[in-house]
Structures are given as structure tokens and as C-alpha cells.
């Protein structure tokens, strides 16, 4: 039988612990949560303005991202616009503040993931990405 | 720039979602979830008593644990034994419900393992562990 430190559900749960409380330091000086990059990556990089789209890209629930898009709305980085003739349609817009901190919050990013993955090749990283899609795309 | 798709973090906490639901999914029919497999992991396999030695192992917060054994015990899984001297040294133990848990447990949490697994080699799995293992290792 296996054990629990062998088990991939214990081995993932490490290691993304370690990497997400890395990134949410180095996020921190931007004032933003590692979930708030993932949304503001979804409308800098997919162009994706609405809610439940871009929840679904970050395999939250749609009774999160409203409480997590209030927050952002909060701190200024996005503005909800809401249909007049149908409230559930909610379109999601940059704000001047969150266009400018795609450069920097990505070149950020980017260096948390070469600092995490420095001590493997190329070749490895490319292994354990491609391993990690074809388990998170399980339907299981 | 790294894509949003393309950073560990984001790959990681989305194979860590998909497992971990799918692990909860299984461990249901014994009502209890991953944490508390975890815990109960701990003691069966380690022989830890001690919440704050637990809580290091599975890299949870010592605020966080004493919640988790609560519920446990609720549930009649440990019973938590605390010095009358020192209020501070609680020793956890497990329960004959725990006990008799351990061997159908853990052979669920291997057949989750190996279904999650099965599209991939044995070196392949080697190799997707040891990396685990030595991201979360990294001091960040």
C-alpha cells in the first residue's frame, strides 16, 4: 500500500503550497493575491471580460469569483459593468491602474517561476508541465 | 514573458484541485476528508501524537490543526488526551473506528493514486514525484 509522503495528492499539495505562498510574497509589493493575477491574466493575455469564463479558466466556482472580482473592484484594479436590461450579465473592464501592472506583475511572475524551476533542466521543466495538464485535465 | 497557462503555479494548483477533489470524492463513503486522511496518515504510519508535529508534516498552520482534530473527534476518529499539568501538551490517539479505518483507507488512497497515474510510465511517475518533493524542499 502506499504511503501518505508518496501519495500524489499529498506531494501536490506540498509543493503547491510552497510555490503559491512564494508567489503571493513577491506579489504582495503589487498589492494583489496570486487568484487576483489569475484573473487580471485572463483579460491581459485571453481577453476574457466575463465572470464565469474566467472562472472557469481558473477552476474556481462562480459563487467565488463574485466575492473575488468585488474585492478587485475594491482596490481599484477592474470595473464591473452591469447590463441594464439583464443584471446576470456582468462585463469586466481594466482600469487604468491594472493596465499598468502588466508589466511589471508579469516580469514579476516570470521570475518566481525561474526561481522555483531553476534547479531542473529544460527538459524536466517541460516533462513535469505537460504531466501536471494531463492530470489537471482528467475528468475524474 | 511566461503566459498565465504556462506558470507553475497555475499548473500546479490546478492538478492539485483536480486530485484532491477526486480524492475527496473517494474518502466520502468513510466521511472523512483529505486533511483527515492525512492526520490519521500521520499517526498510523508515523506514530506522531503530537498536533504540532502533525501539523509541520502536512504543512499546516498549528491555528489551523486544532480545528481539524476537533472535528475528528467529534467524529469519534482520535480522542484528544490533554496533560492536567500542562494544558499546552495534548497527546491525540486514535479511536477502534480509526483503527479499523486504517487498511480500507489507505487501499483507496492507493487506487486513487494509481487512477490518477495510470496514463503515465513508472519512470514517469518517479520523476514527476521526486520533482514534487524537491519543489516543496525549496526555502522560498
Same mark, same amino acid.
Given at each position: ?16 503550497? $510552497?510555490?503559491?505562498?512564494?508567489? %503571493?510574497?513577491?506579489?504582495? %509589493? ?21 465572470? %464565469? ?6 477552476? *474556481?466556482?462562480?459563487? $467565488? ?9 475594491? %482596490? ?8 441594464? $436590461? ?8 481594466? $482600469? ?6 502588466? *508589466?511589471?506583475?508579469?516580469? *514579476?511572475?516570470?521570475? *518566481? ?28
Amino acid at each position: 500500500m502506499n504511503s501518505l509522503d508518496n501519495c500524489i495528492n499529498y506531494l501536490l499539495t506540498g509543493a503547491q503550497h $510552497t510555490v503559491f505562498q512564494y508567489m %503571493k510574497k513577491n506579489l504582495n %509589493k503589487f498589492d494583489i493575491t496570486p487568484i487576483q493575477y489569475g484573473v487580471l491574466g485572463c483579460i491581459w493575455e485571453f481577453d476574457m471580460h466575463n465572470p %464565469k469564463e474566467i472562472a472557469a479558466h481558473l477552476g *474556481v466556482e462562480n459563487s $467565488t469569483i463574485s466575492g473575488i472580482l468585488e474585492r478587485m473592484e475594491n %482596490k481599484g484594479l477592474i470595473r464591473r459593468m452591469i447590463d441594464s $436590461t439583464d443584471r446576470r450579465f456582468i462585463h469586466i473592464e481594466l $482600469t487604468d491602474l491594472s493596465k499598468s501592472l502588466e *508589466v511589471p506583475v508579469r516580469t *514579476v511572475v516570470t521570475e *518566481v517561476d525561474n526561481n522555483v524551476l531553476a534547479q531542473f533542466s529544460e527538459d524536466e521543466i517541460n516533462t513535469l508541465k505537460d504531466m501536471l495538464r494531463r492530470i489537471s485535465a482528467q475528468d475524474k
